[in-house]
């Protein structure tokens, strides 16, 4: 058995759909003084919803609700479907501590005792 749906029942479900997504994701794209909702990302770039998407060039910062995830370098690509694709050109993992500059043994105590 086959169902169909009209073509506006298809976009009220895809409009339905992406605002539910978009409600329970938390990255978000800040690019100087402005957040930008980013419903997905991977490995070579992240999507944007295509009516939200900046014309992003350069360097921006991604987050995960308030934990800074990556410090990109990102181009526009091309849209695809209801999404705006950016290819990151660099990305670097923001680290949430200074790294150190020694190598640490693996065998040292993790505190002293007092007497």
């Given amino acids: 058995m086959e169902t169909y749906f009209s073509p506006d029942v298809m976009a009220g479900l895809r409009k339905a759909r992406m605002k539910d997504a978009m409600k329970k994701n938390r990255l978000r794209v800040h690019d100087g003084e402005v957040d930008y909702p980013v419903v997905r990302i991977w490995e070579t770039g992240f999507s ?47 680290l949430d501590a200074a790294p150190k500059d020694y190598a640490e043994d693996a065998n040292a105590p993790v505190a002293l005792i007092a007497k």
């Fill in 48 to 94: 944007m919803p295509l009516g939200k998407a900046p014309n992003l060039r350069g360097f921006v910062d991604l987050f995960d609700g308030s934990r800074h995830l990556l410090q990109c370098l990102v181009i526009r690509s091309e849209p695809d479907g209801d999404h705006m694709i950016y290819d990151f050109k660099r990305r670097t993992v923001v």
